[in-house]
């Protein structure tokens, strides 16, 4: 749930960067494009941060793993800027956020917005641990160098 003192937080919050790009396949994002955004606050601190946007109003999976002790939404806008005339220069901003998802920070479990737009949870990556080095040469080379042939033992 967004709580009504975030909304205000959220709405125009600066997207951090100069020149904004998608963190998944990195397609250069422009005023007016559609975005997800990762936004979080760390238990104690005032103000939001976006940790990392992505295109295309969230076509691109959520691979965020969600941190105890640390307020996190993840939303989708539009990138908008704001202008300061007196320093003569222009921020990128969040505009219309909608709430996908939260977490909050009595826990690391998401909560999914079934009312948001979009209509996939976020996905929880799991690490793995590496494969064997004699492993990944027993399943994966020829004694020759060459390509695996398919069904050769």
Same mark, same amino acid.
């Given at each position: 749930?967004?709580?009504? %003192?975030?909304?205000?937080? &959220?709405t125009?919050i600066s997207?951090?960067t %100069?020149?904004?790009?998608?963190q998944?396949c990195?397609?250069?994002l ?5 975005i ?10 005032p103000a939001?941060?976006?940790g ?8 691109h999976e959520h691979? !965020?793993v969600?941190t105890?002790g +640390?307020r996190?939404y993840? &939303?989708?806008?539009?990138i908008? !800027?704001?202008?300061?005339t ?6 990128? +901003?969040l505009?219309?956020?909608s709430?996908? +998802? !939260?977490?909050p %920070?009595t ?11 979009t209509?996939r949870?976020? !996905? ?7 494969t064997p080095?004699?492993t990944? +040469? ?5 004694s020759?160098?060459?390509p695996r ?5």
């Amino acid at each position: 749930m967004t709580r009504p %003192t975030d909304l205000p937080q &959220l709405t125009r919050i600066s997207i951090n960067t %100069t020149r904004p790009i998608c963190q998944v396949c990195g397609q250069p994002l422009h005023e007016g494009d559609d975005i997800t955004a990762y936004a979080y606050r760390a238990a104690g601190e005032p103000a939001y941060a976006i940790g990392y946007i992505m295109c295309g109003a969230d076509i691109h999976e959520h691979p !965020t793993v969600f941190t105890r002790g +640390v307020r996190e939404y993840v &939303l989708t806008g539009h990138i908008g !800027t704001c202008s300061n005339t007196q320093t003569q220069s222009t921020t990128f +901003v969040l505009l219309e956020p909608s709430t996908v +998802v !939260t977490s909050p %920070t009595t826990s690391s479990e998401p909560r999914v917005h079934r009312e948001a737009t979009t209509p996939r949870s976020p !996905t929880h990556q799991r690490e793995q641990e590496p494969t064997p080095l004699l492993t990944a +040469v027993r399943d994966h080379a020829r004694s020759d160098g060459g390509p695996r042939r398919e069904g050769a033992e």
